[in-house]
């Protein structure tokens, strides 16, 4: 089982947006249990690999309680670099 960061940046080789919670859903039958897997300590995850140039915000939106979400998305560069390092 890959380490929860490297689980992340795999989810995006897809190619596909998503936003955290929907990262979330599609990980947490395997990291759900993770103490990382918080939706603070998630944020931040991906906050640090849209830093590091391997995923990138894709749009913003509002929720129906106000609340800010954000959408990441890889494109082919970021997907091949991802692909590289993380079997």
């Known amino acids: 089982m890959l380490p929860l960061n490297m689980a992340i ?3 995006f080789t897809n190619g596909k947006e998503a936003c955290r ?3 979330q859903d599609a990980l947490r039958a395997q990291y759900g249990t993770f103490r990382a ?3 603070k300590q998630m944020d931040e995850a ?3 690999a849209c ?3 391997l995923i990138a915000e894709s749009r913003l939106e509002m929720d129906s309680n106000g609340n800010l979400v954000i ?3 890889s494109d082919q560069e970021m997907i091949d670099t991802i692909n590289k ?3």
Request: proline share 0%; no cysteine; glycine share 4%.
């Open 71 to 73: 959408y990441y998305k």
């Open 51 to 53: 830093s590091n140039g």
């Open 37 to 39: 897997f918080s939706d």
């Open 21 to 23: 919670a929907d990262v």
């Open 46 to 48: 991906l906050q640090t």
């Open 9 to 11: 940046l795999k989810f």
């Open 85 to 87: 390092y993380v079997d």
